[in-house]
Nanobody, 121 residues
Framework: VQLQESGPGLVKPSQTLSLTCTVSGGSLTSNLYYWTWIRQPPGKELEWMGAIASSGSYYRPSLKSRISISADSAKNTVYLQMNTLKPEDTAVYYC???????????????WGQGTQVTVSS
């Protein structure tokens, strides 16, 4: 499985971020994988944001009110939307996949290359 993120790079505070993760070599209709968004702010640890699978969507409680993860199986693409962006949302955002539900980022073996998102006016 290979993952490729894409996004706007620079977003203004209070705006909505939309990121795309294109999946190849695997199918979103598979019951095996949890398709996940993880981010890493500068100088901080990786942070599990949320995941989507055939069983549903799962979110980090502190982000649940601001994010939405969706998938289009026909396009084999996973999406992340985050609203009301703040400067502290500046981070490298990764798409990742794992077999089975896990919020432990160390369990993930399949990652995209990451996309930098900077929140600044």
């Amino acid at each position: 499985v290979q993952l490729q993120e894409s996004g706007p790079g620079l977003v203004k505070p209070s705006q909505t971020l939309s990121l795309t993760c294109t999946v190849s070599g695997g199918s979103l209709t598979s019951n095996l994988y949890y398709w996940t968004w993880i981010r890493q702010p500068p100088g901080k640890e990786l942070e599990w944001m949320g995941a989507i699978a055939s069983s549903g969507s799962y979110y980090r409680p502190s982000l649940k009110s601001r994010i939405s993860i969706s998938a289009d199986s026909a396009k084999n693409t996973v999406y992340l939307q985050m609203n009301t962006l703040k400067p502290e949302d500046t981070a490298v955002y990764y798409c990742a996949a794992t077999a089975g539900y896990s919020r432990d980022v160390n369990q993930y073996r399949t990652w995209g290359q990451g996309t930098q998102v900077t929140v600044s006016s």
